[in-house]
Structures are given as C-alpha cells and as structure tokens.
C-alpha cells in the first residue's frame, strides 16, 4: 500500500505514533536533543494522556517560528534558506501537536507530518529529488527519487505497518526506526554546517 493509504487505514495509535515518529526525526533542527520526546513514546505505549508531555516538550523545544536558534545550536551561523525552511516546518509540526489523541485531529496532524517531514528532506538533500512534490512520493511514485526522500519515505511507511501489524508491540521498533533517522538528519545538518553537503 501507498503511504497514503496507510495513514487512511491507521487506528488512532497508528497515526499518533506515525505523526510523533516524523517530528522525532526532525527534533535535530529545532536544538532538542535526543530525549526530548521521550514522555510522548511512553504515554503511545501505556495509553495514558500526553498533552502534559507534549506541552513539557513545547517548554523545552519552543514553538515559534523559525529564528535560527534551534536549528543554530546545532549548527552555527549561516544556515542557508533551505534550512530556514525546514526549522519552520518542522516547528509547525509540534506547534500543531494535538493534546488529544482522538482520531479527527490525531489522523489530520499525522498527514501533515508527513508531509512536512518528507518535505524537510527534501529540503536538505544534497541531491535533487525529481518530482514535483512530495504528494507523488506518498502516492507510491518512486522515480527519480533522492536518496534522503527515499529512506524519510521507507521510515514512515514502516511505522505505520508496525503499528497495524503489532499495535503496542509495534511501538519500540518505531522509536528505533526513528532514532535512527534522527541520526542521519543531525548528519546531515552537521555536514551542512561544514559546507560538505
């Protein structure tokens, strides 16, 4: 299935996990560092409610738009615009961050999760993805597709076959899968940085 078709079928812990999994990732570019989420994942595992964790992590992370002081701690001055672009979106993304994990809300944050996080590696791929948007890549095109679009993409679409496969079990394969992906970004934000990428 496509990843759009995935993020339609999700249950409400499927979704929450996808949309939290994705701003996971992104928490490089806001100068968070590695724990940050952690309360969120451990309130998706025991179904307890996560607004107090979510608004602890808005404490720490801030929700503004992008100034250069999330993504600067990371990496210094002269960030560039495609940087710029991608503290904002993925900002907005925890700034969006709904207090309930009820399926309305839960499901439309988590679309636009992905959205945005495919977007923001979009942005920073020193390759050039060759689609129009990201919608083709969620839709199942896979042509000419950068290799960071293309592991962001692979990322989400397990996530969201973890949790309908598993459900709760599914939960510490996802945090991993998106540890690492946090890994590759705050890679690449550093080579950036170094003018390497």
């Known amino acids: 299935m496509s990843l759009v078709e995935l993020i339609a079928q999700a249950d409400e812990r499927g979704l929450a996990a996808s949309g939290l999994a994705c701003l996971d990732r992104c928490v490089p570019l806001l100068g968070g560092d ?17 607004s107090a964790g979510l608004e602890k992590a808005r404490g720490s992370l801030g929700t503004g738009e992008a100034t250069g002081e999330g993504i600067g701690k990371v990496i210094g001055e002269g960030i560039g615009e495609n940087a710029d672009e991608a503290e904002v979106l993925a900002r907005r ?16 944050w988590a679309d636009a999760c992905s959205v945005a996080s495919l977007q923001i590696h979009r942005l920073l791929d ?49 945090l991993d899968i998106s540890t690492e992906g946090r890994r590759v970004l705050r890679a690449v934000v550093s080579r950036r940085a170094r003018g390497l990428g």
């Open 34 to 50: 590695d724990l940050v989420l952690r309360p969120l994942w451990a309130s998706l595992a025991d179904g307890s409610d996560w």
């Open 126 to 174: 020193p390759a050039e993805d060759r689609a129009p948007s990201v919608d083709s890549r969620r839709e199942g095109g896979t042509e000419g597709m950068s290799p960071l679009v293309a592991a962001e993409l692979r990322r989400q679409v397990t996530v969201l076959e973890l949790l309908a496969g598993h459900g709760a079990a599914g939960l510490r394969r996802a």
């Open 93 to 108: 993304m925890l700034a969006a961050a709904p207090a309930s994990q009820e399926a309305a809300g839960i499901r439309l």
